[in-house]
């Protein structure tokens, strides 16, 4: 009881305060989201305004004799003639621990029905992206358990990877993926109280989706046990356009919470094609004149602020990371629009899925010579380097020798020889959705497969092959396995090691 | 025909040439609402309501609205007269009103600035902060 009338005494002291000067203003006009307030003389870019009722909104518009605010709410509640004050105040999110696991809103409230979100700091939503001196170069990978991005399309922490394909052709699946892969990576580290494993915590953005599908991907998590490490921000098409437009600045900073505490976080933006449509929609109703295809001329802003807030930071500011993976849905495989290309020249490189490749069967459909890393193997263990180094340059061969082969021609030994491994690599890197494949499986494979085990595989078996060798190691030859995930590069001894073991192995398979 | 921004610009040209030494000269404010009127011409309705409401806003921060339970005594409406001319120059025109709602206490607003001192404000702080 003490207590509490000390509590009590010490809230009516901080009521006693000098009255303070307060900015206020009339609700001119307001519909679509977005009210026009006359007076807020002193109101700054993007502050917080108290529109009553409980409802928040974001002065964005700042003209001569009102200020445009969008509405952060039920905008039915509000009248026109309601007085509003401004804060003083920028608009902030919950950070933290405290968050991971839940399925918050843009304003980080919970959606979950878990109860109240744990989190004792708040960030600022906007803030200003690390600058040069603080980063450093990105070294560390993201193994996203998918063998051909991590194989010849590397993804380091700290980098920026853009995901850009048609509808339907598995964008969302190599996120998910990744972030399953991350939470089993996580806990065979805790398992094995492996202090030198620095955990990846993932943040999914989910922009303007079907609520039906961010259930669907929530339910993939749970299933996979990855949703402990992870981080839903959702705000569904039944958003309004400001929550959307907001979203992905609200989990940049609860990603930025992770990178200023010397740890490593991966957040994907599902996606930010509908990020654009949303802000387009803010900004013409805020009257702001409008560019190409009706977007407004700070469309390259709004991503490449949000973009260059993943980055990796130095020793001395504590060596955390934000890894970005955004989103872009193209219409017809046309990357030359105008969204595609803002995000394609922000990001560190892309992974371009195509419709075509989706169709013949080849999953994950990514096209090989149109996605690049720009990071490349700098963020490769040295053991995927040594064995998947060539991959890529037999590949662009592949494709090549493939348009000359079907003429029909005869070929000399060699160049059926290149054809027939190109298409036991394409085989090999087929992949069932939610399957990451561990590190050193993946190197053993690609081993395997550029060492000509497989060449006399039949392609529609090589599958089979590939799922017998997995077997074979990870039961009877777990010690290789570890000593490859443990040493991180293959020396002679190791790579004799493995030829035996593979060996051994295709004496006995059928 | 003029568009809309247009007349926002001709709007606030004309109430620029109604202002001397920074406030608004009443007589030639009424001379410009005459001549439009008197010119007929189209969109000069548009003109006029936005003329209204630059010459509104400017009443507004020309204002002051002080608000208090009581009715204040002559010496204490000086002295807000004062602090207000002091805060906001020599222009500003100070209403006074009683308003029982405040319970106690002053409120006085002057264009977007308001100084709340009523106890119900402060009693609505307490309420949020509890």
Redesign the interface.
Known sequence: MTDLLQEIEV??A???AA?A?????VIREIGDGVARI?????AMLNEMIDLGHGITGLALNLDE?EVGVIILGDYTQLHEEDEV?ATGRLLQVPVGKGLLGRVVNTLGEPLDGKGPIKSDVTYPVEKIAPGIIRRSPVRQPVQTGIMAIDAMIPIGRGQRELIIGDRSTGKTTICTDTIINQARLNKAAEAAEDKEYRPLYCIYVAIGQKQSSIAQIIAVLEKTNAMPYTIVLASPASDSAANQYLAPFAGAAMGEWFMDHGMDALIIYDDLSKHAVAYRQISLVLKRPSGREAYPGDVFYLHSRLLERAARVGEKYGNGSLTALPIIETKAGDVSAYIPTNVISITDGQIYLETDLFYQGVRPAISVGLSVSRVGSAAQVKAMKQVAGQLKGDLAQFRELAAFAQFGSELDPKTQAQIDRGKRIIELFKQPQHSPIPTEVQIAMIGAVQQGYMDDVPVDRVKDFQAGLTEFLTTRKIELLRRIAREKALSEALTAELKAAADQFRQTWK | MKTTRQIKREAKRLFRFCLVNGLLDEARTRQVVQRIIDAKRRGGLALLSDFQRLVKLDSARHTAKVESAMPLPDDLRVSVQTGLARTYGLGIHASFAQNPELIGGMRIKVGSDVYDGSVRARLAELEKNF
């Open positions: 809230q009516i901080g009521a006693k009255t000067k307060q900015n206020v203003g006359e007076g807020l003389a002193d004799t004050r």
